[in-house]
């Protein structure tokens, strides 16, 4: 008999395999298996498990929602969340029968009985927990394994216990164990073997010491069933380990299960719970629908539902009394699709309801069922997530079964199956080759030529046994039932667990820093990595060869396939001639050429906004992919107050101030202050109703704050405005302008040509090709005409980051790490070709609250109104150069202005982010 299933299985195997005869497998047994064996029941009652105590747990604290039966074990205060501690009960109501044993076996005037006593509401709330899940089991003809004493049996047979220190239950049964003549023990030795505990300074040095002496134990021979691998530490350790050794082809197969949930089968139906959770908010609707690893049997149709919601802002509850987002925004939206896309969402929003409401397990399977046939292709699934659905679908027949065969009700039926299922683990199907990879402790008693134990640290390999963890500190140890510390015998079991055993842990694990155990402290078995060790770990790494390689030539003395497959791949594209290289040299494809002019000409000029000429300028690349091929990245995930969706609401509330101030006097006066306030509380009533912001893509839910936010920047920009503009004329609100990108100046003052670094990658463009029907155009947010001499005042509205001085001077001054500001340059040839000329060009901050004079006079100004030639003829001279660049083909990269951090086009460029 072994300690665990897992030993059991692998002598099993190793004595199949080395033995010269058949053997009978039932003579290796694990501990479990053996309990089951001996101490057999004769009732005719049906044995407890834990989806049946999780039955009676999830009822009982249903009932605790509103009657309030227990008073200590959960607080009255807490008892409407009763339901969600159905676990806790789960997990200790298997030693109720061991501890009120021991109280009733105390003398009453002990002080283990007086503990008991002190604490009187939490024992009778356990004593009530036992009282009821005694009536349970003799209501539904069932018993406890747990609550029997060991049969006074015989079993047939001789067995040989190993190593019982190691087991968690052993102590309770050492003494039925010495009456069985049958039985005998082998203990864990009392020495650990001459192992050397070694010690590295970080995870992934020991991880990768580990894998090279792996790696050289396959290279001479080693067959991979004779190399085992033990990890003691978490889930990342066990992730970094698994992505190092897929690079580095060391062949690993876990042999440990994960909880049900975190495999595709599982959380397909924590995701139609948090789906009806949240109340179809759009976030989680697009977590299932664009789940790639899910068959969602129409992905198109899916992509536009969610699409559809990041629009128009659901995203989930509204307040009581107000109709759903979805169903307000399918209501408002009449553009063709939108019905279809309707029933697609109430379809899901059915399905999902007819789950998480089914009065019983048959109709949750058959919910279920119906969810899965409407919206999942299950038979184009991998074979994990046909597997792992499965074992979900599997678990709601067992409740089935047990629902239909002894009768009992369940109140929630969806919540007592996602209880159990993210309890339930679920091991992958073991392929026949690689190395085993098991978690802590049950690989104990194995004994492979070579066990590589890994993150053997004091924490981490700690082993305490605690089975009343509900209890305090002192009322187990008075009562006799405290903690058990057997971290030594398991760590001496370890120690001798193979031919070559190799125990490391780090002194900096992934989740902190570690200790050494105890007990190879005090044999002085620790011993730190010596240098040899790392520098042979630094001269094995991937990267560094691959770098040393490329910079000096020195040669790969061995090459993986991952490595190959990139050199490959590199060689093809960022190392080779490739075809169409965009950000290099022209495009030679005239038919592309011609289509992307073509998305760029209006009525047969081409048309540049300060936009486009402040994109190209950043990085020409992004400006192709942007404005010459109309490509966007689509987002789906919604935002509570996106930028551009934010800035549009707030231009179109300050567009209709403007005109309710022109249509109460041509011109902006102090006196009708009140009136214009007036006018902006109806204008944001309007704006912010429940029935407008269709498409703004920002939530009927936020829309009150979104309102008071307006209300207070709109008013002191009210005040400031009637401040400074007193009595000037409103001329133009939110107006489009067009003009020749030409100097309407006739001045030669350029100074300094932002786009000169676009050269370095060919030679010169001439500016005459294409340049000529180049046109400027721009939407300005207030012109306004001075009074005192007629001169024109722009005023441009900025909700984000206003540009800084600089950025404008940048234009006829060299500031190379600078992309100047085009915008009011461009203004200023669009209204020198219409109007008078212009006086001042403001922006307005709405998040500052202050304006800022870009070109004006006096000393706030960023620049005097003398210096509008230069301006413009640097901005028309950048614009000749873009249109030359444009009509070539040309989209080639400069240095100094790109800023990738904030590029949504990184995936399909080269220039800066590399895959190593």
């Excluded at 085992?228 to 876990?254: G, H, K």
């Excluded at 066990?451 to 008075?478: N, W």
């Excluded at 560094?544 to 190959?564: D, F, K, S």
């Excluded at 590029?903 to 800066?912: E, G, L, P, T």
């Amino acid at each position: 008999m072994f300690p665990s299933e897992v030993a059991a299985g692998w002598w099993r195997r190793a004595a199949a395999e080395r033995a010269e005869g058949a053997i009978r497998s039932d003579r290796f047994v694990s501990w479990d298996r053996f309990k089951e064996r001996t101490f057999e029941t004769r009732r005719e009652a049906r044995p407890v498990n834990n989806t049946l105590r999780m039955l009676f747990a999830h009822d009982l604290l249903e009932r605790n929602q509103t009657d309030a039966m227990l008073s200590r074990f959960i607080s009255p205060e807490h008892r409407e969340s009763s339901p969600a501690f159905a676990s806790t009960v789960v997990e200790l109501l298997p030693t109720l029968e061991l501890l009120f044993g021991q109280v009733q076996r105390l003398p009453t005037a002990s002080d283990a009985a007086g503990a008991a006593r002190s604490s009187r509401a939490l024992f009778a709330d356990l004593r009530l927990l036992r009282d009821e899940y005694e009536a349970f089991l003799r209501r539904y003809a069932l018993f406890e394994p747990a609550f029997l004493e060991p049969a006074e049996c015989i079993p047939p047979g001789r067995f040989c216990l190993l190593y019982p220190e190691a087991l968690e239950d052993y102590a309770e049964l050492t003494a039925p164990l010495k009456r069985m003549s049958g039985v005998s023990v082998r203990s864990v030795p009392d020495h650990s073997a001459s192992v050397t505990l070694r010690q590295f300074e970080n995870s992934v040095q020991e991880i990768q010491s580990v894998l090279s002496e792996i790696e050289r134990l396959l290279d001479n021979g080693t067959p991979q069933s004779e190399i085992a691998l033990t990890v003691c530490e978490d889930d990342r350790y066990l992730t970094e380990l698994f992505s190092r050794a897929a690079a580095r082809e060391v062949p690993l197969q876990a042999r440990y299960g994960r909880p049900l949930t975190e495999h595709p089968g599982g959380r397909l139906m924590l995701q139609i719970e948090e789906l009806g959770a949240a109340s179809f908010s759009v976030t989680e609707l697009g977590n299932l629908l664009l789940d790639q690893g899910l068959p969602v049997r129409d992905r198109e149709q899916a992509a536009r539902v969610v699409a559809f919601g990041v629009k128009h802002g659901c995203i989930g509850a509204d307040p009581p009394g107000m109709r759903g987002g979805w169903d307000r925004a399918f209501a408002a939206t009449r553009h063709a699709g939108a019905a279809e896309l309707g029933r697609y969402f109430r379809s899901m929003r059915g399905a999902v309801a007819g789950i998480r409401g089914a009065a019983n397990f048959a109709e949750l399977r058959s919910a279920v069922n119906k969810f899965l046939a409407a919206f999942l292709d299950t038979d184009s699934w991998d074979e994990q997530g046909k597997r792992t659905l499965q074992w979900a679908q599997d678990l709601i027949g067992e409740l089935r079964r047990i629902e239909h065969e002894l009768g009992i009700a369940v109140g929630s039926p969806w919540r007592v199956y996602l209880r159990l299922l993210r309890t339930r683990r679920y091991v992958p199907l073991r392929r026949s080759e690689g190395i085993a990879v098991y978690q802590y402790r049950v690989s104990a008693a194995l004994a492979p030529q070579n066990h590589f134990v890994l993150g053997v640290s004091q924490q981490a390999a700690r082993v305490a046994i605690d089975r009343f963890g509900y209890l305090r500190a002192d009322e187990k140890e008075r009562l006799g039932l405290a903690e058990r510390d057997i971290t030594e015998q398991v760590l001496r079991l370890f120690s001798h667990s193979g031919r070559q055993v190799f125990l490391s842990f780090a002194r900096n694990a992934f989740s902190g820093r570690r200790l050494a155990p105890p007990l190879f402290l005090r044999g002085d078995s620790v011993a730190p990595a010596d240098h040899q060790t790392l520098q042979r770990l630094q001269s094995e790494d991937l990267y560094r060869a691959e770098r040393e390689a490329l910079r000096v030539g020195a040669p790969i003395t061995r090459m993986y396939r991952l490595q190959y497959r990139g050199l490959r791949a590199a060689l093809r594209s960022a190392l080779g001639t490739g075809q169409r290289e965009l950000d290099r040299a022209a495009i030679a494809d005239e038919d592309l050429r011609a289509r992307v002019q073509q998305r760029l000409r209006v009525d047969g000029a081409l048309r540049l906004s300060s936009s486009h000429l402040h994109t190209y300028a950043r990085c020409p690349l992004a400006f192709l992919i942007r404005y010459g091929l109309g490509l966007d990245q689509p987002e789906y995930r919604p935002v509570a107050e996106h930028p551009l969706q934010l800035g549009a609401l707030y231009h179109k509330a300050l567009e209709r101030l403007g005109a309710a101030i022109r249509a109460a006097d041509a011109h902006i006066r102090a006196s009708q202050l009140s009136l214009y306030r007036r006018k902006l509380d109806q204008i944001l009533d309007d704006i912010t109703a429940q029935d407008l912001p269709r498409d703004t893509g920002i939530p009927a839910v936020l829309m009150p704050a979104v309102r008071l936010r307006m209300r207070r920047r709109f008013s002191v920009f009210l005040e400031r405005l009637v401040s400074r503009f007193e009595n000037y004329a409103i001329v133009e609100i939110e107006s489009w302008r067009t003009a020749p990108a030409r100097d309407p100046f006739g001045a030669n003052a350029t100074g300094g040509d932002p786009v000169g670094a676009g050269d370095q990658a060919g030679a010169p463009v001439a500016a005459g090709d294409g340049a000529g029907t180049a046109r400027f155009s721009g939407k300005i947010d207030l012109v306004l005409q001075r009074p005192a001499d007629g001169a024109t005042a722009i005023l441009d509205y900025k909700l984000g980051a206003a540009p800084k001085k600089a950025e404008l001077l940048a234009l006829f001054e060299d500031r190379s790490a600078l992309v100047p500001a085009y915008q009011m340059p461009v203004y200023a040839v669009l209204i020198a070709h219409t109007t008078p000329p212009i006086g001042e060009a403001l922006y307005y901050s709405i998040r500052e609250n202050r304006f800022l004079t870009a070109i004006g006079e006096g000393s706030g100004a960023w620049t005097s109104r003398a210096r509008i030639p230069a301006l413009a003829a640097a901005v028309c001279s950048h614009a000749a150069r873009v249109a030359a660049h444009i009509a070539a083909g040309r989209y080639c990269r400069t240095d100094g202005y790109a800023v990738c951090s904030a590029c949504d086009f990184r995936a399909v460029c080269r220039r800066k982010f590399f895959i190593q």
